[in-house]
C-alpha cells in the first residue's frame, strides 16, 4: 500500500510547499466555476418596430418585469424582436436561456423537462432532479439569486411555458402563433404584432438581395408580393442575391401563412436536384425542435458524406436554413421549414420512401450510438445491431473521449429517436438504441429519463424476441432487464430490481450462458445487498466471483470484488474487505475501467476511514477522485467529497469539512436521497452549511 505523507510542508490552498514527499498528492478543490450560458441565437436583421420595441423595451425594463407573450401568424417577426430585446440585456448576471419548445418546427412539442435539464446543467448543476416539478423548483431556486434573460420560442400551449418559468426577476419573452390565454390570465403582458409597412418592407428586401437587388425594376413588386411578412422578404431577398430568377404575384386574400409558403416554395423551385432532395430529407429527421445534424442529414438523402456540407451550404445560402450558433449544426429559418420540407417529402417521395429516409436517418444514429458505446465502455459484451442502411460515413470514435464528446453532443437526439421509433413500431432499433445508451446515462443518471428509456425498450424488445427469437435479441432483452434493475436499484425500488434481475437470470440460465450466468448473479447479488440483505448478497457475490474467475474474467472479476467487499464490510469482516479491494483496483486498473477502479479505491478509503485511518483514507479517496473527475462520473464524485467531508470532521477540521460537504452538495443536486446523506452528516458533525 501507497504511503502518502508530507515531512515538513504546509498545504497552502492548492499549493504543497514541503522538505519530503511521500507518495501523490491530491489537494481537493473546488470545481471550476460553469461558465455564464449565452444561449440566446444571434441577433436578425430588424427593421420598423419601433413601437414595438419601445414598448417591450418598457415591459422588461420595470422593477417587477412580467412575462412578455408576442404573437402573430407564420414569419412575422416575432422571434427577430425579441431577440433585439432580450440581446440588449445581456447584464443579468444569470446569463441568457433559450428553447425552441417545438409548436410548429415538429411533430410534437418540447418536453418541459427536457428543457428544464438542459437549462439546470448549463446553470452548474451536473446532476438536475429526475422529478421535472422538482427540476422547475430549483431553477426558481437558481433564479431567485441570479436573474436570467429568457426567450421561449415557437410555445405551443400554457402549461408547457409556466412549467420553464424562472423566479420573478427574471426577464421572459414567449412567443406564439396565437395567444396564450392562461398566461394573459396569470399577468403577462401581450404584443401582437402584423406586416411591415410598405416602404420598411422595401428596405429589409433590399437589405437582403443586395446588389442584385439593386437592378432589379421590379423590387417593390416583390416587396407587395410579400405583404409585409418579414420572413417572406427575407427568403425572396436571399433568393435574389443567390442570382436565382424570381417572380411572384400579390395576392391580398391569402393569409400571411400562405405568403411565407409561397415565399419557401420559390425558393425551393430554384435548387437543384440533389440538393432539393437533401432539403426534403431534413423534413424527415428525428430530431428534437429545429436542429439539424450535418451527418444524419447525408445519411437521411443517401448523399456522400463529402458532399452533404455543399447542399446545406447551398440551401443556407437561399436562406431555407441556417448556421446554428454552435458553428456545428443547422436550423430551420422559419417554424414552418421543418413541416414544409416534409410534406414535400411525402409528395415527392411518397409515404413509403419517406420512411426510408427516416430509417436511414435512425440507422445512421443507431451505429453512431453503438460506436461511442464500445469505446466509452469497451468491457460490456455487446451485439452488433442490424442496420437496414448502414451509413456510408462512422464518426472516429475510436477512443473514450471522444466517445464523451459525442454523447456529449447527441444526447438530446435520442430520446427524440426513441420515441420516433417507438411510434413507427421500429422494435429492432428501439431495444438496440436503448442498449448503446447505457454508458452514458450510467454516467449521467437523469432517472426519469433513464427509467423511460426501458420502459419503451423492454417491451420492444419482448415483441422482438416473440416474433422471431435469435439468440442475438435474447442477449439485449437480458441486458436491458439488467440495466433497469440498476435504475430501480438507484431510485430505490428493490423489489423491482431483485424481479428484474431475476428475469435475466432465467434468460441466461434458458441459453446456457455461462457469461450471462455470472453477469446477472452478480446483478442479484448487489440489487440484495441494497434491500438490506448483506448475508444474501454475499452468497449471489461469491457464486458470482468464482464463476467470473473460472471464465478468467480479470475486468468482471473486479467488478464482482467491489460489490462483494461492501457486503463484508457490512458483516463485519474488513480485512477480508480490504483484500478484496486490493486486489480489485489492480485488476480494474489492469483492464482499463478507470469508472469501476475509482469505486475499488473510494470503498478502501471509506472503510479505512471509519477505522481511524484517517491518512491513507484521505489518500485513496484522493486517488478515486482522480478517476472520477477523468471519467466525468458526477454522483461519485459527491459521493467521495462527502466522505472526504466527514473524515475532515473527524479529524476536527471544520472548515474543510465545510468547504468540502458543500463541494459535495453541489454535485448531489439531482438526487434527494444523497443530497438527504449530506444534510444527515452536517448535522451529524454540528456544522451549518
Not at 69 to 86: F, N, Q, R, S, V
Not at 314 to 324: A, C, D, F, H, N
Not at 559 to 574: K, N, Y
Amino acid at each position: 500500500m501507497i504511503n502518502n505523507s508530507i515531512n515538513g510542508g504546509t498545504v497552502l490552498g492548492a499549493a504543497v510547499q514541503a522538505h519530503t514527499i511521500n507518495g501523490g498528492i491530491t489537494v481537493h478543490g473546488p470545481p471550476p466555476p460553469p461558465p455564464v450560458p449565452r444561449q440566446l441565437p444571434r441577433r436578425r436583421t430588424l427593421v420598423d418596430r419601433q413601437d414595438h420595441t419601445a414598448a417591450l423595451a418598457a415591459a422588461l425594463g420595470r422593477d417587477d418585469p412580467r412575462p412578455v407573450l408576442l404573437t402573430g401568424p407564420a414569419g412575422i417577426g416575432k422571434t427577430t424582436l425579441a431577440l433585439h430585446a432580450l440581446h440588449e440585456r445581456s447584464h443579468l448576471p444569470g446569463g441568457q436561456l433559450f428553447a425552441d419548445l417545438g409548436a410548429h418546427t415538429t411533430a410534437r412539442p418540447a418536453h418541459p423537462g427536457d428543457v428544464t435539464a438542459r437549462w439546470l446543467r448549463a446553470l452548474g448543476i451536473t446532476q438536475p432532479p429526475a422529478d421535472p416539478e422538482e427540476a422547475a423548483a430549483l431553477l426558481r431556486t437558481l433564479t431567485a439569486a441570479r436573474p436570467v434573460a429568457v426567450l421561449l420560442d415557437n410555445a405551443a400551449n400554457d402549461d408547457q411555458v409556466r412549467a420553464l418559468l424562472p423566479a420573478d426577476g427574471s426577464l421572459v419573452v414567449i412567443t406564439s402563433r396565437r395567444p396564450l390565454a392562461g398566461l394573459l390570465a396569470d399577468g403577462a403582458l401581450h404584443q401582437v404584432l402584423g406586416p411591415l409597412p410598405p416602404d420598411a418592407a422595401h428596405q429589409l428586401l433590399a437589405d437582403t438581395a443586395g446588389e442584385a437587388g439593386a437592378s432589379r425594376s421590379d423590387l417593390a413588386t416583390l416587396a407587395d408580393a410579400c405583404r409585409g411578412v418579414p420572413l417572406a422578404l427575407a427568403l425572396t431577398g436571399a433568393h435574389l442575391a443567390a442570382g436565382h430568377p424570381l417572380t411572384l404575384q400579390a395576392t391580398p386574400a391569402a393569409p400571411l401563412e400562405t405568403i411565407v409558403t409561397a415565399a419557401l416554395a420559390q425558393t425551393y423551385q430554384a435548387l437543384s436536384p440533389k440538393t432539393s432532395r437533401v432539403y426534403r430529407a431534413l423534413g424527415a429527421l428525428p430530431l428534437p425542435g429545429a436542429r439539424i445534424d450535418g451527418g444524419m442529414a447525408g445519411a437521411a438523402a443517401g448523399v456522400d458524406p463529402s458532399a452533404t456540407i455543399g447542399h446545406l451550404t447551398s440551401l443556407t445560402e437561399v436562406g431555407l436554413i441556417r448556421l446554428s450558433d454552435d458553428g456545428e449544426h443547422y436550423a430551420f429559418s422559419t417554424a414552418g421549414g421543418r413541416r414544409y420540407a416534409a410534406a414535400l417529402g411525402r409528395q415527392v417521395e411518397g409515404v413509403d420512401q419517406v420512411g426510408i429516409i427516416r430509417r436511414r436517418a435512425l440507422d445512421w444514429l443507431l451505429a453512431e450510438s453503438h460506436a461511442a458505446s464500445r469505446s466509452l465502455h469497451p468491457f460490456r459484451r455487446a451485439v452488433e445491431p442490424h442496420l437496414r442502411h448502414p451509413p456510408a460515413h462512422r464518426a472516429a470514435l475510436a477512443d473514450k473521449q471522444a466517445a464523451l464528446a459525442w454523447f456529449s453532443r447527441c444526447d438530446s437526439y435520442l430520446r427524440t429517436a426513441l420515441e420516433t421509433a417507438d411510434a413507427h413500431g421500429l422494435d429492432d432499433f428501439t431495444a438496440h438504441l436503448a442498449q448503446a445508451w447505457w454508458p452514458w446515462l450510467l454516467r449521467q443518471r437523469p432517472y426519469e429519463l433513464w427509467l423511460w428509456t426501458y420502459e419503451i425498450a423492454i417491451p420492444a424488445a419482448q415483441r422482438v424476441v416473440q416474433a422471431a427469437p435469435s439468440p442475438g435479441d435474447r442477449f439485449v432483452l437480458r441486458e436491458l432487464y439488467g440495466a433497469r434493475a440498476t435504475v430501480r436499484r438507484s431510485t430505490g425500488d428493490y423489489d423491482g430490481a431483485i424481479e428484474d434481475c431475476g428475469a435475466a437470470l432465467a434468460l441466461a440460465a434458458e441459453d446456457e450462458d455461462p457469461v450471462g450466468l455470472a453477469q446477472q448473479l452478480h446483478g442479484l447479488g448487489v440489487a440484495t445487498h441494497d434491500s438490506g440483505n448483506p448475508g444474501i448478497a454475499h452468497g449471489y457475490l461469491t457464486e458470482a466471483l468464482n464463476r467470473w474467475s473460472r471464465l478468467d474474467s480479470v475486468r468482471d472479476t473486479g467488478v464482482t470484488r467491489v460489490a462483494l467487499a461492501v457486503s463484508l464490510h457490512e458483516l463485519g469482516d474488513d480485512n477480508a474487505a480490504f483484500a478484496h479491494l486490493r486486489d480489485a483496483y489492480q485488476e480494474l486498473t489492469a483492464a482499463g475501467d478507470g469508472l469501476n477502479a475509482g469505486r475499488a479505491r473510494a470503498w478502501e478509503g471509506r472503510i479505512l476511514a471509519l477505522q481511524g485511518s484517517f491518512g491513507p483514507a484521505d489518500a485513496a479517496l484522493g486517488q478515486a477522485m482522480n478517476h472520477f473527475v477523468t471519467e466525468r462520473a458526477h454522483l461519485w464524485q459527491g459521493r467521495v467529497l462527502l466522505w472526504s467531508g466527514e473524515l475532515a470532521g473527524a479529524q476536527g477540521k471544520w472548515e474543510q469539512a465545510v468547504e468540502l460537504l458543500r463541494f459535495s452538495r453541489r454535485m448531489y443536486v439531482g438526487s434527494p436521497s444523497d443530497l438527504r446523506n449530506v444534510l444527515d452528516v452536517a448535522e451529524r458533525l454540528g456544522l451549518t452549511l
